[in-house]
């Protein structure tokens, strides 16, 4: 079955009881159990497990070519389950460009399980080759990364990582499984925050992680969850599986219009830089285009001068709206390093762009009027 097919109707199908074709939601959080206490229907608590979190994750592990997958509260929860699951004194390999939380997790609260980690420029493989310890236990990836779209070779990745007997974790939020199944190129587990395009309409918070198999370390992960409760609650999993259904198509239009922007953005004379992976200045264009089935709705460029000029341009923004996150249908325009806050490494004259479902013509034409000194 294609992708599309999947998207629309894993997790789905007329409900048993009542035929109802939209899935129910079901809120309830205890489940009735026979008089030995077994679970009657395969449920027992809402934190353990539930009927709308199970379809939900029936989807995912589907459109990611994935054995099973676990649903989230939010994307730094599925984050922080999988490195909590991590056994204590791992070292782990993080990019240096990527969420900014991660980094947070890493730098605040890994080493207090004895969890290490260093930063390393990811699409220099050699560099990658020269940070694995005989402890390394996982290597992080974010392909696209945030904010800067830089981009990795997830199967070249995944040799190196697996010949050092560890794990690939691919962050593959900005590209969704529309567009790249990293587990199907040979990482371990593939996460998303859901909050971004899988929901698809900026109202509801939501993380994932797929597993290429299910073994010891899965199902550390899946008791991690149930011990620490960062569970998604019915109405979020009901949410996010409605988005699922339209992903496909939306995608299809995010791209197009990133892309008419990246190339508008790539003249102008106010603009130093442009980062999206379509153009074929971008340094991981080729490995993009190789594993990717189109180059995503997210961008960044450089303005031409500093933290002033690039705020001005966001102050004379009419169709996009000043915000950060992405993957909804409106167009976002965000100041990184402002978002980021304390810490940050992004440039001051960086915009961040979450390219929406408007005609490409409105959006190209609201860019050029703001970036016109
Ligand atoms: C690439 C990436 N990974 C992870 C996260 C964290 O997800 P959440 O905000 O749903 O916790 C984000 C949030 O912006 C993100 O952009």
Not at 85 to 110: K, M, N, T
Not at 176 to 184: D, F, S, V, Y
Not at 288 to 302: E, P
Request: contains cysteine; charged residues 20%; glycine residues 8%.
């Amino acid at each position: 079955m294609r992708f599309e097919t999947k998207a629309v109707h894993s997790g789905a199908g007329a409900d048993d009881e009542t035929g109802a074709v939209s899935l129910p939601i079901h809120l309830s959080t205890t489940f009735e159990r026979t008089v030995d206490g077994a679970p009657s229907h395969g449920f027992s608590y809402i934190r353990d497990g539930n009927p709308t979190q199970a379809k939900l994750e029936e989807a995912l592990a589907a459109i990611d070519s994935a054995s099973h997958a676990l649903a989230f509260a939010s994307g730094m929860a599925a984050v922080t389950c999988v490195l909590q699951a991590l056994p204590p004194e791992s070292h782990l390999i993080l990019p240096d460009d990527g969420y900014y939380g991660v980094r947070a997790l890493a730098a605040e609260y890994l080493p207090r399980w004895g969890v290490t980690s260093d930063l390393v420029q990811m699409d220099d493989l050699d560099a990658v080759r020269a940070a694995v310890r005989p402890d390394t236990r996982a290597i992080w990836c974010e392909t696209p990364s945030n904010p800067l779209m830089k981009i990795v070779d997830v199967a070249e990745l995944a040799a190196i990582v697996h010949a050092a007997n560890a794990m690939l974790i691919a962050d593959s939020t900005f590209a969704t499984p529309a567009l790249q199944r990293p587990i199907e190129q040979g990482a371990d587990i593939v996460m998303h925050s859901t909050t971004k395009y899988l929901g698809g309409h900026s109202d509801v918070q939501g993380g994932s992680l797929a597993f290429a198999r299910r073994d010891a370390f899965s199902e550390a992960v899946a008791h991690c969850r149930k011990i620490t409760g960062g569970v998604a609650s019915p109405f979020n999993s009901w949410l996010i599986l409605r988005g699922i259904r339209s992903l496909s198509a939306r995608m299809r239009v995010h791209c197009e219009n990133a892309m008419a922007i990246a190339r508008a953005l790539e003249g102008h004379p106010n603009v130093e830089a442009v980062h999206y992976p379509g153009l074929e200045s971008h340094a991981g264009h080729d490995i993009a285009a190789r594993q990717m089935s189109s180059f995503g709705g997210m961008l960044s460029f450089n303005v031409r001068g500093g933290r002033d000029e690039a705020q001005a341009v966001t102050a004379k923004t009419k169709i996009f709206t000043r915000a950060t996150s992405l993957g909804g249908t409106e167009s976002l325009i965000e100041h990184r390093a402002s978002s980021e806050g304390e810490g940050s490494r992004t440039a001051q004259n960086l915009l961040r762009v979450s390219v929406g479902l408007e005609h490409a013509d409105d959006l190209v034409e609201d860019l050029t009027q703001a970036l016109s000194v």
